[in-house]
């Protein structure tokens, strides 16, 4: 594949297009990537991926169906009927039908902007002097090890605290003094919803975005 390139893999199939080529995926035989002809429930051609400029998109081509994407830090979000969205480096494409089909897309990572275009002025620092060390870092893999999971295991949610410390064989209290702690030094530190009724999705967003916490750390506890 070439840099500006970009490939789709659905099972052990690889599909890759040039700038200009367009790659689409879904019930109809026209389909670059055919899903399940006989599921009524998968739309003729639920996506197309093609190149707009320098950026490769994936376009939600159903009028119904939506599609779930999973971004390269293992976030979920749903894309809308006629809805698009960039992709950057890799991106995983959930269809819903009678089963799940998973897509994986590999694309370019977006450029780092040029020295002229970096903004003067205090530079941000929410999160800064915040040490995470090994024992921190087992209770955040055990608590959102479901993002870092793909295919069947995959899961955008937070753990429940009593089944995250199981996981680690920890009491539950000290799993939960030790993530109430990180959110407070967090909090201090300028890194924003880590307090209330959200504060383990938006932990979980942050710890997976800042690349605190990788697939890689899977094996931390056994996975």
């Known amino acids: 594949m070439a840099d500006d390139g970009l490939r789709v893999v659905a099972g052990e199939a690889a599909h890759e297009a040039a700038p200009g080529e367009s790659i689409s995926f879904g019930r109809a035989a026209t389909c670059t990537v ?32 939506p599609l779930t994407i999973v971004d390269r ?24 039908g009678a089963r799940s089909h998973e897509l994986v897309l590999h694309a370019p990572l977006p450029e780092a902007p040029s020295p002229d275009g970096v903004p003067t002025g205090t530079p941000t620092s929410a999160g800064d002097g915040v040490l995470i060390n090994p024992q921190d870092r087992l209770a955040l893999v055990a608590l959102f090890s479901g993002y870092l999971h793909e295919g069947d295991r995959y899961d955008p949610s937070p753990k429940s605290y009593a089944a995250a410390a199981a996981r680690l064989g920890w009491p539950r209290t000290t799993l939960v003094k030790r993530i109430e702690y990180l959110r ?20 979980a967003e942050y710890v997976l975005t800042t690349g605190l916490i990788t697939k890689g750390d899977l094996r931390l506890i056994g996975q």
């Open 184 to 203: 407070s030094r967090l909090t201090k530190a300028g890194v924003p919803n880590m307090q209330g009724w959200n504060a383990l999705t938006a932990l």
């Open 73 to 96: 830090f293992g976030l979920r979000s749903v894309l809308a009927p006629g809805s698009r969205v960039a992709i950057e480096g890799r991106m995983r494409v959930i269809v819903d």
């Open 34 to 65: 055919q899903l399940d002809a006989e599921d009524p429930a998968i739309s003729r051609v639920a996506g197309v991926v093609e190149r707009d400029g320098r950026i490769w998109f994936l376009t939600n081509n159903s009028s119904r169906r």
